[in-house]
């Protein structure tokens, strides 16, 4: 886990995985900040990394923005504070009272309010998300459970059906932004193999400062390709052609 130090301790946490981060969570977001604000809380967003349900389908889901995006979105947004949970197969069959006290141990956090969705599955089997409301009653931490008032009309289907395709002009124009991703020294993106038109930034949301290029990635790594050390930032903008593997 990965954590700021929490100069007011009482914090309020909403969790999720959070990719793609859409116009709802933006607002959400938003939402928390103003409550958070009103309240005196310390508010936190609290990320399941990588996504859980890839061990559940083989990794079928790839990331639209990696963590280091996410991140660098959510200080964009506002957030000062986020804490990764790193998450592996094992955890799948962790309580919620588990969960709880690993993340109270290794965080030194007592949380005061817990935000999760209605139907966000928080620790295991089939009461898990019943478990975690007698949890949080017992340690007193006021849980919220976000409703429909958060959701906006999408159609998911086709979202990622343009994602998945490689169609990013219409996956982007309801994100707001392209796949965004950090360069890694190993080259390794939870990317769909294929050759793409793309860009090289400075930063990852700033079109200021970037280069165009074409890259290719096979078997989940970045073929080598040569750049200028500062830019650290790898946006996708189409998908022009395929490695052969798919």
């Known amino acids: 886990m990965k954590f700021s130090p929490a100069f007011n301790p009482n914090i309020i946490v909403v969790a999720g995985t959070w990719d793609t981060v859409l116009p709802r969570h933006v607002a959400l977001f938003k939402k928390l900040l103003r409550y958070s604000k009103k309240k005196a809380l310390n508010p936190y967003i609290l990320i399941f990394y990588p996504t859980p349900a890839n061990y559940i389908n083989e990794g079928k889901f790839k990331d639209y923005f990696d963590l280091d995006a996410r991140i660098e979105l959510f200080k964009h947004l506002g957030f000062n504070n986020v804490i990764v949970i790193e998450f592996e197969a094992s955890d799948l069959n962790r309580s919620s009272a588990e969960f709880l006290n690993e993340f109270t141990r290794q965080t030194?956090?007592?949380?005061?309010?817990?935000?999760?969705?209605?139907?966000?599955?928080?620790?295991?089997?089939?009461?898990?998300?019943?478990?975690?409301?007698?949890?949080?009653?017992?340690?007193?931490?006021?849980?919220?459970?976000?409703?429909?008032?958060?959701?906006?009309?999408?159609?998911?289907?086709?979202?990622?059906?343009?994602?998945?395709?490689?169609?990013?002009?219409?996956?982007?124009?309801?994100?707001?932004?392209?796949?965004?991703?950090?360069?890694?020294?190993?080259?390794?993106?939870?990317?769909?193999?294929?050759?793409?038109?793309?860009?090289?930034?400075?930063?990852?949301?700033?079109?200021?400062?970037e280069k165009a290029i074409t890259i290719k990635i096979e078997n989940q790594q970045l073929e080598e390709f040569s750049h200028h050390s500062d830019y650290n930032w790898l946006v996708l903008l189409e998908k022009i052609g395929e490695t052969g593997l798919e």
């Open 108 to 209: 030194g956090i007592n949380i005061t309010e817990l935000w999760i969705g209605e139907n966000q599955q928080f620790g295991a089997g089939a009461q898990g998300f019943l478990s975690v409301r007698h949890e949080c009653a017992a340690r007193g931490i006021n849980l919220r459970v976000l409703k429909n008032s958060f959701l906006v009309h999408l159609d998911k289907e086709s979202f990622y059906r343009d994602f998945n395709a490689g169609k990013f002009a219409l996956s982007s124009a309801i994100v707001g932004y392209f796949p965004t991703y950090k360069l890694k020294p190993d080259g390794k993106i939870n990317m769909h193999d294929g050759v793409y038109n793309a860009r090289l930034r400075l930063h990852p949301f700033d079109k200021k400062n």
